[in-house]
């Protein structure tokens, strides 16, 4: 039998399932001492919402499903290993895509049929038909408040404070009317500095990410407030208190996208400045999260004592705050680099991801795939959201037009030419934005022009031989180049009922298990998506129309509940 799909497909036993209302609750007394044949009532922290295992939204759901059906396979709870249950073993293809179980003999639904590879094959193609109501088939969106960047559109009478309370408060309101599953504050830990000056397009004066989330947590009550935290500046100790409170004040809806931008210009803002190499930087990011649990944990039938020896931390000591409801944050990674891919196959449990394209993310999936599998984890227990702009229209055509206008605005001349210089290391004030690239090749030797940036590309000689090749092709300005590179690919352009369907797409082609939205202005820039593009996918059938059953933010995730053996510990 073969099965593209989830290890963990649910195969409901002869069992009827169907999701109403809860039946009325007996007033049997249940306080007797236990006794064999006897009822063992459980307590659930929060509704079911739903029995049925191939719907099954949220972990409480699943704990229930469990009870009445059989799983191909079942996860050890001590070590996180995925052993056997009704598949006695399995094989699975290089490539991650294909898996073969080899069934137990013998097995019988209740009603006595035997269980066959057509039971599994009709169980997994249940979920398929199933559409909309299965929650392998919806849409996840998230919300991207951001930090440095250079597609806000200022000049829009929506674009408004990137520091004052009340622009946070905006944006995060509207990502929870519209039922987001988390409000991501990206963060730039110095002021970029462009030829000596502050890079103009930079918040001057960006609020402490911890404290606005703290502060957003208070007007919110069940979308996640995940913060971007560098594990090569900060402390442990330090860190890991603020994320444990952060937790503890939102209720169990905190998350830390764990950075490691490394640079020095940025690290002389702290007390350990300098630099690590990129290989030092993620085994110090592993070593931080790693002993970050070890804190978050060190109240499970402990006095929250530790003590951790490593090359990087050398601390001991108890660590103040008791267990939180999710015990530790959900921990998100960004970085694409392969270090950067490995540590969140370890230690992440969401990947922002910075693929724009659909082919291109999916090979980003397989790859993280086979990464999660040399380490023993399942799929599902990582989630990846690339980043994704949208612009609307009453009419495509409108769309398209908009697009223009928006990407006309975010590449002005002073801005083309910041750009260019970005890359080719030299003053190029001079030169017409609207004119030709410059005669000048780039000087290599002056990477600093620009310093405090997050260098995605690392060979700036073979960007600028790009760049003139594209240009002269296309015969396009300093400006139109600049648009053309510098824009967020993958941005879906069209009417609501158009955008919604691509985002439907997307999800069902598995190219993402959610989206971070990336609007072109701040605040003002999600009201638009949640009024007009969120309804149209609940039409659709495809994403929630309630927080209903979701009470942490690894709830709202679909994530398993959190468990310190699926993570694995650094390698010295
Ligand atoms: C989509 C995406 C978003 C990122 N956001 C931030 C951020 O907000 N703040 C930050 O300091 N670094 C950010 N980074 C930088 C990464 O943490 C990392 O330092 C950088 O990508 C280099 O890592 P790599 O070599 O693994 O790619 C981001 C990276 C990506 C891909």
Known sequence: ?????????????????????????????????????????????????????????????????????????????????????????????????????????????????????????????????????????????????????????????????????????????????????????????????????????????????????????????????????????????????????????????????????????????????????????????????????????????????????????????????????QISPVIFQAGDSDEGRDFAARHAEVIFSAHTEAEDRKAFRTDIDQRLAAVGRRPDSLKIYPGISDILGDTEAEAQERYREVRHAQVHGPGAIAFLEQVWGRDLSGYDPDGPLPDVGPDLDNADITRGRVRHEKDYGAVARRWRALAEEKNLSIRELVTEVSGRGGTLIGTPAQVAAKFDDLTQQRAADGFIVVPHITPGGLDEIVDRVVPELQDRGVYRTSYAGSTTLRDNLDLPAYNHSTSQEVSA
């Open 1 to 325: 039998m073969t099965a593209a799909a989830s290890l963990t497909a649910v195969l409901c036993l002869g069992v009827l399932t169907s999701c109403g209302t809860a039946a009325g609750q007996g007033d049997d007394d249940y306080t007797g001492p236990p006794v064999n044949g006897g009822t063992l009532r459980v307590a659930f922290d929060a509704d079911i919402t739903c029995a049925d295992g191939q719907q099954a939204g949220n972990n409480t759901a699943l704990n229930v499903s469990r009870q009445i059906a059989d799983s191909l396979t079942d996860q050890d709870p001590e070590t996180g290993e995925i052993v056997p249950w009704l598949a006695e073993s399995w094989d699975v293809s290089d490539d991650s895509t294909t898996f073969t179980f080899h069934l137990r003999y013998g097995v019988t639904f209740t009603d006595g049929t035997p269980f066959t590879a057509q039971s599994v094959k009709d169980n997994l193609e249940g979920i398929v038909d199933l559409g909309a109501k299965s929650s392998l088939g919806s849409t996840y969106l998230a919300a991207h408040f951001p930090g440095v960047n250079n597609t806000t559109v200022w000049a829009d009478p929506d674009s408004g404070s990137h520091i004052e309370f009340a622009g946070f408060e905006h944006f995060a309101r509207t990502a929870e009317r519209g039922l987001f599953d988390f409000l991501f504050l990206a963060e730039g830990l110095r002021l970029r500095e462009h030829k000596g000056q502050v890079f103009d397009q930079d918040v001057v004066g960006r609020p402490e990410t911890a404290t606005v989330l703290s502060a957003l947590a208070a007007v919110t009550t069940h979308i996640g407030v995940t913060g971007t935290f560098n594990s090569t500046f900060n402390e442990p100790y330090d860190l890991a208190r603020t994320l444990a409170t952060l937790d503890r004040v939102s209720g169990g809806r905190a998350a830390w996208n764990v950075v490691t931008s490394h640079n020095a210009f940025t690290g002389a803002n702290f007390r350990r400045s300098g630099y690590l190499d990129g290989a030092d930087r993620y085994r110090r990011a592993a070593d931080f999260v790693s002993l970050a649990r070890t804190l978050w944990e060190s109240h499970r039938g402990s006095d929250g004592s530790f003590d951790w020896h490593s090359d990087f931390f050398d601390v001991h000591g108890t660590f103040p705050v008791p267990e939180t409801p």
